[in-house]
Each structure stands twice: as C-alpha cells, then as structure tokens.
C-alpha cells in the first residue's frame, strides 16, 4: 500500500471515528455545523491565518494546541486563559504553568479581529482557539477532526485553578491519571493526548531534574540534552520534546519513551513499567492508531464543560470581557 493510499485511509477512520463520538448524546450541545449560516467561512478564515502564522514560525502550532490544553483544564474550554490581567482582575496567563511559557496569544487576537471583520460578535474566543488548536496540527502533518463548536466565552478565569489543576511536568503517572480523570478523560485519553509533545519545546528547568538525578533515561540522550541545559542557570534555554521530529506530528514521541528518551519526567512516566506500556508500545508501532486516539481524545477535552446558550459571552476582544 502506498504512503498516500495510506495516509487516505488513516483520515478515513479518523472521520468516523469522530463522527461516531459526536453522534454521542455527551456532545448534543456542541455541533461542528454551529457557525453553518451564522457565520459559514470562520473555519477557512481560522485556517488561513494559522498556515500563515506556521509557515512563519513552525513552533506556533505546538503553541497553540498547548494553549488550549491549558484553557480546557482550568474551568472548562472557555477561553480564560486568554484574558489579561487589570488592576481589579486576576487571570490565568501569570500562573505558574503558564508564567512566561504559554504562547500564541497575539496570533489568536489576529485571528478574532479577521473572524470580526466576517462576523461581528457571533463567533467565540474559546471556539476560535479551538479550531486553531486543530489546525495547527494538520499544518504540522497530524490527524484532523471535526470541532464541535458553539462554545461561549467566560467573563472569569482563576488562576489558582490553573495553578492546580494543569498538570505538572514532574507529575507522577498515578497523579497524571486522577487529574486527567477530575475533567472526565479516562488514562488512554491521556496518553493519546500526551502525544501532543510531538510537537514543541520545554525549558531547561522543566527537564533539569531528570537529564542528572534520574536513570530511567537513556544515557547519551541525557548527556546531549545537558550540553544547553546546565546544572544551574539556563532555566529559559530550549530543548524539542520529540528529538527525531520536533516540528512534525507523528508517533516518534512514543518511540522516544521506549527508547527511554522522554524529556519531562512526566513523559516518561508513561513508559515506566506502569499500566500505560503497552499502550506506548502500540503507538510507537502504529502510527495510525496513535493519530485517530489523539483526534477522538481531542474532541472529548474540547467538550470540558463548555459555556453555552446565554452563559458567558462572545468577546469582542479576547483579552478583555465586554
């Protein structure tokens, strides 16, 4: 079978796959057609400006689907890590998970301003960073799926939330899997969706600690990721968390795991002689299973106690409540 024949038939059943999930009555609230007359070209739009912003600067979809994650975990996908701090509000974008690391911000205010100039105020910030968050892998060569949409945008945020319930890169696989499982995502729903460190970077003091103090790490990988991360200092410095393809979706970060060359310590946790083993060994062997777990557990997480109806607001402006 050719690459594209297979390729055809890994979005094939990636389609339905996702088809079948929305089917659910879980996702009756949300639809992918809700902008169909409202607003028919915002997925175009979205689309365009995130193949613009990746040839640019290929890191910005790694970017972007972090973003998301980290919205959906605090609240629900809601669009409130995108709010800005004031003298009499506190958001999420200063907690620590986010301090000084989430990214993409302006690209999605671009995007909301080209969605306004089409379609003023019919179309949520939470929404838009959806969809983006999917474009954004397709752009880097993964699954695409459909994005249920009609989420509204909160006119709150918490940062204590975010500071607890964003996992850590030094969690442990036991506390990985209650805190996937306290926004309604089983342990495969985290492991497919840990997959999304196929793309990206982490900084040197969120990888410290494992390239000198622990042994389930291959040797030679620990030693080149000390090269640009030194004992002390560097905190900021760079390093891909996929070291064979750091700009392409795929399943090498599985691969890495078994080779024990997962950066975070809370990436290798799922390679660690726990229950997800064999699990990563089923993705790093099958890409195609690996691409439509990630697609499905997607939609489930972007389905995270979402605002709908007249709950919440559309943003205007996605820094700012109206």
């Given amino acids: 079978m050719s690459s594209e024949t297979m390729a055809s038939t890994t979005q094939f059943f990636v389609t339905l796959s996702v088809l079948a999930l929305l089917a659910c009555s879980s996702y009756a609230q949300l639809s992918p057609n809700f902008y169909a007359t409202s607003c028919p070209n915002v997925q175009v739009i979205v689309r365009n400006a995130m193949r613009q912003a990746v040839n640019r600067e290929l890191r910005i979809g790694a970017s972007i689907l972090r973003l998301f994650f980290h919205d959906c975990f605090v609240n629900g996908c809601d669009a409130s890590i995108l709010l800005d701090d004031t003298p009499t509000f506190t958001g999420e974008k200063n907690a620590l998970p986010n301090q000084n690391s989430a990214r993409g911000f302006g690209l999605i ?9 089409a379609c003023n105020a019919t179309v949520s910030c939470a929404d838009i960073l959806a969809l983006a968050a999917r474009d954004g892998v397709v752009l880097l060569g993964g699954p695409s799926w459909a994005v249920p949409l009609g989420r509204r945008d909160a006119r709150t945020a918490s940062q204590s939330a975010a500071n607890s319930q964003i996992p850590s890169p030094f969690a442990s696989l036991s506390t990985l899997i209650s805190m996937f499982a306290a926004k309604g995502l089983n342990a495969r729903d985290m492991t497919a969706l840990s997959g999304g460190h196929t793309i990206g970077q982490a900084r040197c003091s969120t990888f410290r600690n494992r390239i000198y103090n622990e042994t389930n790490i291959d040797p030679n990988f620990a030693a080149r990721r000390r090269n640009g991360c030194p004992a002390t ?3 900021t410095n760079l390093a891909p968390l996929d070291i064979q393809t750091p700009n392409r979706f795929g399943n090498n970060y599985y691969q890495n795991l078994v080779a024990r060359r997962g950066l975070l310590h809370s990436d290798q946790e799922l390679f660690n002689g726990g229950s997800q083993d064999a699990l990563v060994r089923s993705y790093s062997a099958n890409d195609g299973a690996f691409s439509r777990d ?7 997480m972007s389905n995270i106690s979402p605002l709908t109806g007249t709950n919440g607001e559309i943003r205007r402006d996605c820094k700012r409540v109206n």
């Fill in 294 to 300: 990630f697609a499905a557990a997607m939609v489930r």
């Fill in 109 to 117: 205010d671009t995007i909301k301003t080209n969605v306004e100039a």
């Fill in 233 to 235: 200092g560097g905190d």
